[in-house]
């Protein structure tokens, strides 16, 4: 299965979070962006999003396209820790 980026929206803010291996990880937050939002709505693989080259046309979305890469990476870590703090092998 494909890695995914979703997108959900609260009252003044949007959640972003990772699909992967049919696990739900949050990402992070960010203040509500329609330009966001409409890009994310319907979810977007994670090599879409990281070939994305139309970043200048939104600031927005540029500097949310940017903190995916290391939230990512940051979020699967994190899964990989055992209850120990220790690394799984």
């Given amino acids: ?13 949007i959640d972003l979070y990772l699909i992967s291996e049919g696990k739900k990880l ?6 509500y962006s329609m330009s ?4 994310f ?5 994670v090599r879409e999003v990281m070939a994305y080259k139309d970043w200048q046309k939104g600031p927005r979305l540029n500097k949310t396209i940017e903190r995916i890469p290391g939230m ?10 055992d ?3 220790n690394k799984a092998s």
């Fill in 1 to 13: 299965m494909k890695d995914k980026i979703i997108v959900t929206k609260g009252n003044d803010q």
């Fill in 26 to 31: 949050w990402l992070f937050s960010q203040k």
């Fill in 36 to 39: 966001v939002y409409n890009y």
């Fill in 41 to 45: 709505r319907n979810g977007r693989s």
């Fill in 72 to 81: 990512i990476k940051y979020v699967k870590s994190e899964l990989c820790e």
């Fill in 83 to 85: 209850g120990a703090g």
